[in-house]
């Protein structure tokens, strides 16, 4: 009993002793931009940790996982301590660049990562200098419409002056192959009364919540625009909802790829007889996804 005693007793005291040893897992060493990456901590003998990326420190859990949105090699480094005693180890994680354009919106009520369509092209290239340029940076949504739409990009409700350049109208690229489903990140416009040829605005952008759509409401669109339906749009618009009153009035030349919670809380902020938000939403940064 005593040299069972014993050697419990040793045991204790290796450990006690013992220097920490940091080890962690990726759980992907490869992984598309935009998309959660586990780190799975196995270090041993440690007290605390400190998670880095590229030298950043990013955190003191145990565990960590990130969402990379910048392509390229990522180094993370990880620190085991134990009083005076750090042991580090440094591993890298590859993020590929997407395969269609993507945008990324920080906003104060959470991210929205958006794809725009290449059949858009007019669109989606101004778009693209619309947020490279940093218009998007403090601009508000100004119009919300719980179960229709959230819209924001007019420059008079940034807190600061822009001092690029922009299109105050652009020409529409309405097309039968994107439509208002829940998610359709979609332009703007005067009205029909003054703006004949829908011409789209060359800077507000809406995206569309919805409401929830039967086949009769998708027959009298049908009916009332002239639209022929896809069988693959009418399983989109039933599952999902939208606004197919306005296909074929509007450019579409997006869709919500992340975020539909966000929408939800964005589009749930009460509003004024104006459908003015009561609340500021604020888009803090916009960035392309390269």
């Known amino acids: 009993m005593k040299q069972i005693l014993y050697f419990f007793?040793?045991?204790?005291?290796?450990?006690?002793?013992?220097?920490?040893?940091?080890?962690?897992?990726?759980e992907e060493d490869k992984v598309p931009i935009a998309e959660s990456v586990s780190f799975v901590n196995?270090?041993?003998?440690?007290?605390?940790f400190v998670w880095s990326i590229n030298g950043d420190v990013q955190s003191n859990e145990k565990d960590f996982k990130n969402t990379f949105y910048e392509s390229g090699r990522h180094t993370i480094g990880l620190k085991a301590i134990k009083g005076s005693d750090i042991?580090?180890?440094?591993?890298?994680?590859f993020?590929?660049?997407?395969?269609?354009?993507?945008?990324?919106?920080?906003?104060?009520?959470?991210?929205l990562i958006l794809g725009l369509y290449e059949e858009t092209p007019?669109?989606?290239?101004?778009?693209?200098?619309?947020?490279?340029?940093?218009?998007?940076?403090g601009i508000k949504f100004h119009r919300i419409m719980d179960g229709f739409m959230i819209q924001g990009g007019d420059v008079k409700?940034?807190?600061?002056?822009?001092?690029?350049?922009y299109q105050s109208e652009i020409h529409a690229e309405i097309n039968s192959h994107a439509y208002h489903v829940r998610g359709a990140l979609a332009a703007a416009r005067m009205p029909d009364e003054i703006n004949p040829d829908k011409k789209s605005s060359g800077t507000q952008f809406y995206i569309v919540d919805g409401r929830n759509i039967d086949i009769d409401n998708l027959r009298d669109?049908?009916?009332?625009?002239?639209?022929?339906?896809?069988?693959?749009?009418?399983?989109?618009?039933?599952?999902?909802g939208g606004a197919p009153q306005l296909d074929g009035e509007y450019t579409v030349f997006g869709y919500l790829i992340e975020g539909y919670?966000?929408?939800?809380?964005?589009?749930?902020?009460?509003?004024?007889?104006?459908?003015k938000p009561l609340e500021e939403v604020i888009i803090l940064e916009a960035k392309m996804l390269y």
Do not use: M, W
């Open 157 to 165: 409700t940034r807190d600061k002056s822009f001092n690029g350049t």
């Open 261 to 275: 919670d966000v929408l939800d809380k964005i589009s749930g902020v009460e509003t004024d007889e104006k459908n």
């Open 42 to 48: 196995s270090s041993q003998g440690a007290e605390t």
């Open 9 to 26: 007793t040793i045991g204790l005291l290796a450990t006690a002793c013992s220097k920490p040893v940091a080890n962690f897992l990726i």
């Open 221 to 240: 669109t049908e009916s009332s625009k002239l639209i022929d339906y896809s069988e693959e749009q009418i399983a989109q618009y039933l599952e999902n």
């Open 122 to 137: 007019i669109h989606l290239n101004n778009f693209v200098d619309l947020v490279e340029n940093g218009f998007y940076d």
């Open 95 to 111: 993020i590929t660049a997407p395969q269609e354009c993507k945008v990324f919106i920080k906003t104060n009520f959470g991210n």
């Open 87 to 93: 042991s580090e180890k440094t591993s890298d994680v």
